[in-house]
């Protein structure tokens, strides 16, 4: 192959403002990608799988394979990333820039669109997140929000996000609210590698903070599994305890859970279908008897104080709890806790 215009991984880590263009199949960019960058693949997955097929035979052959299959789709494929450039440098990556993304960068060229290509590919970044998660050393001070299911700990912490406060919003990184029933409506959770790759930007965006606010959580958000460094600063991170009455916690349970949509609905019985072995058959009928009449407030009284409740750790055993905040009014404990960490970061400083 002719020598093409490479950037290096540490390049792109330094001056992100490029225009990252990932030219793997949809289904490789669903298993993990570089945060920002956009899929337009210049094969499908049986084209793929085919040319790897006689690769793995002939290489040569898998060249002039390759040709034929991309040459009706050059046009429209070129258009397609010229659309998204916004005056941004190209960036093309493939899995180890290897051939996808070096013939990309080759024919942006022969159109007069300057474009270069990441060497080692979406391969050699996921492995610098790995490793650096791997070795990372946490310097803030972590203070973990905790409180019942519906206490509004997830709105709470995006208020302080706007009023500038560091918070690690891990739910949202995972697209998921960690209990059973915790899929987010019309979104697909984040894939392992997706998460790392965010968690681990932000981590660095919070470095020089003296504190981080997240909400506790356990080992696992959904198919998550978060990092040995930061559960292990959770464990023995102090505590705001957030607080609320039943009634505010149901009504902020089914303003955020109700299903919506008969997608939803069915999502809601496989939710329910996941606590086997955790409630009683006697419980579980119960439950499914008010989803089947749609009996929303019913159920959620009935799985809050027959489950997430006994779930909670009331006294929470060898935590500081730095503050007990009511939050039936969002903003107000948004207020007060904003005035905790000011007074934690003042003795953080001195």
Same mark, same amino acid.
């Given at each position: 192959?002719?020598?093409?215009?490479q950037?290096?991984?540490?390049?792109?880590?330094?001056?992100?403002?490029?225009?990252l263009?990932?030219?793997?199949?949809?289904?490789?960019?669903?298993?993990?990608?570089?945060?920002?960058?956009?899929?337009?693949?210049?094969?499908?997955?049986?084209e793929?799988?085919?040319i790897?097929?006689?690769?793995?035979?002939?290489?040569?052959?898998?060249?002039?394979?390759?040709?034929?299959?991309?040459?009706?789709?050059?046009?429209?494929?070129?258009?397609?990333?010229?659309?998204?450039?916004?005056?941004?440098?190209?960036?093309?990556?493939?899995?180890?820039?290897?051939?996808?993304?070096?013939?990309?960068?080759?024919?942006?060229?022969?159109?007069?669109?300057?474009?270069?290509?990441?060497?080692?590919?979406?391969?050699?970044?996921?492995?610098?997140?790995?490793?650096?998660?791997?070795?990372?050393?946490?310097?803030?001070?972590?203070?973990?929000?905790?409180?019942?299911?519906?206490?509004?700990?997830?709105?709470?912490?995006?208020?302080?996000?706007q009023?500038?406060?560091?918070?690690?919003?891990?739910?949202?990184?995972?697209?998921?609210?960690?209990?059973?029933?915790?899929?987010?409506?019309?979104?697909?959770?984040?894939?392992?590698?997706?998460?790392?790759?965010?968690?681990?930007?932000?981590?660095?965006?919070?470095?020089?903070?003296?504190?981080?606010?997240?909400?506790?959580?356990?080992?696992?958000?959904?198919? @998550?599994?978060?990092? *040995?460094?930061?559960? !292990? #600063?959770?464990?023995? %991170?102090? /505590?705001?305890?957030?607080t609320?009455?039943?009634?505010?916690?149901?009504?902020?349970?089914?303003?955020?859970?109700?299903?919506?949509?008969?997608?939803?609905?069915?999502?809601?019985?496989?939710?329910?279908?996941?606590?086997?072995?955790?409630?009683?058959?006697?419980?579980?009928?119960?439950?499914r008897?008010?989803?089947?009449?749609?009996?929303?407030?019913?159920?959620?009284?009935?799985?809050?104080?027959?489950?997430?409740?006994?779930l909670?750790?009331h006294k929470?055993?060898?935590?500081?709890?730095?503050?007990? @905040?009511?939050?039936? *009014?969002?903003?107000? !404990? #948004?207020?007060?806790? %904003?005035? /905790?960490?000011e007074?934690?970061?003042?003795?953080?400083?001195?």
């Amino acid at each position: 192959m002719l020598p093409c215009k490479q950037i290096e991984l540490k390049d792109l880590l330094l001056y992100q403002d490029y225009c990252l263009i990932d030219v793997r199949t949809p289904t490789e960019y669903a298993q993990g990608s570089i945060p920002g960058s956009i899929n337009i693949p210049l094969f499908d997955e049986k084209e793929q799988e085919r040319i790897g097929r006689v690769y793995a035979r002939n290489h040569k052959a898998a060249f002039f394979l390759a040709m034929d299959i991309a040459s009706p789709k050059i046009p429209k494929f070129l258009r397609r990333i010229n659309r998204h450039r916004q005056g941004k440098p190209l960036l093309v990556y493939c899995w180890r820039g290897g051939m996808r993304s070096h013939a990309s960068v080759t024919l942006l060229g022969m159109v007069g669109i300057e474009a270069a290509q990441l060497r080692g590919g979406y391969h050699q970044y996921r492995k610098h997140i790995y490793q650096a998660l791997r070795n990372y050393q946490l310097k803030p001070q972590v203070i973990l929000l905790k409180g019942k299911s519906g206490t509004g700990k997830t709105e709470i912490l995006r208020l302080l996000a706007q009023r500038g406060y560091p918070v690690l919003d891990l739910e949202g990184f995972a697209r998921h609210r960690g209990s059973s029933f915790g899929s987010v409506p019309g979104e697909n959770p984040r894939c392992q590698k997706d998460f790392d790759a965010l968690l681990l930007g932000k981590l660095q965006e919070l470095q020089h903070s003296p504190c981080i606010l997240l909400e506790g959580e356990s080992k696992r958000i959904g198919n @998550i599994c978060l990092p *040995d460094f930061l559960f !292990a #600063a959770m464990k023995q %991170a102090p /505590v705001i305890e957030v607080t609320g009455s039943p009634a505010a916690r149901r009504d902020r349970i089914l303003a955020e859970y109700t299903p919506k949509t008969p997608r939803g609905r069915v999502e809601a019985y496989y939710s329910l279908y996941r606590l086997q072995g955790v409630l009683s058959r006697m419980r579980l009928a119960e439950l499914r008897q008010h989803l089947d009449q749609q009996d929303y407030p019913a159920f959620v009284e009935l799985i809050l104080r027959q489950h997430y409740d006994r779930l909670y750790e009331h006294k929470l055993p060898g935590k500081e709890i730095l503050a007990s @905040i009511n939050s039936d *009014d969002t903003e107000k !404990a #948004a207020v007060a806790i %904003a005035a /905790v960490l000011e007074r934690k970061y003042q003795q953080v400083a001195d």
